[in-house]
């Protein structure tokens, strides 16, 4: 059996994750291998080389569903024709994510967050989106990605203005 996944292995993976989203925007402004730090964010942090993965992305309405690794790399890069309602979410760019987690299941080598998380653009304003996160521990160790619902937060009709 697999170590057990502890909470701060959970925050730090969730660290790890925002980085490498930033990273693929900061290449990008860069003129920098973004697409390559795209491709290494989906390889090293999701689990399609190692099963099933559910990804429901954020901005993602009539390919919602990104079930292969080049799906996922579509959502944050765009430039597939494949996916052509990609522009790339990881190209904003974004500047900084932070994790807000109301809550977590931990069992064994496998655990779920869900909570908010709130993307940081150039003009240094936040956009809040909410999420669930469920990782895995693969067989060399590392936390992956298996499951990643991401969506924005409903806005009430009389709320709204």
Known sequence: MLEAISKDEFL???????????KVGKLYLEKGDHKQAAVDLVENLYGYNEGTVLFKPTRAQHN????TAKSAVSYFIGDDPEFAEDTGFA????????????????H?????????????DLQNKEKKVEFTFGVFRADNGKLKINLHHSS??????KHNS
């Not at 730090?12 to 490498?20: D, I, P, S, Y």
């Not at 904003?92 to 807000?100: A, D, L, N, S, Y």
């Open 64 to 67: 919602e569903f990104r079930l």
């Open 108 to 120: 064994e080598d496998y655990a779920i967050s869900m909570g908010n998380y709130f993307f940081t």
């Open 91 to 106: 190209l904003q760019p974004w500047t900084k994510v932070r994790f807000v987690n109301s809550g977590f299941i931990f």
């Open 12 to 22: 730090e993976f969730q660290n790890v994750w925002g980085n490498n989203v930033v």
């Open 152 to 157: 924005i937060p409903y806005l009430h009709p």
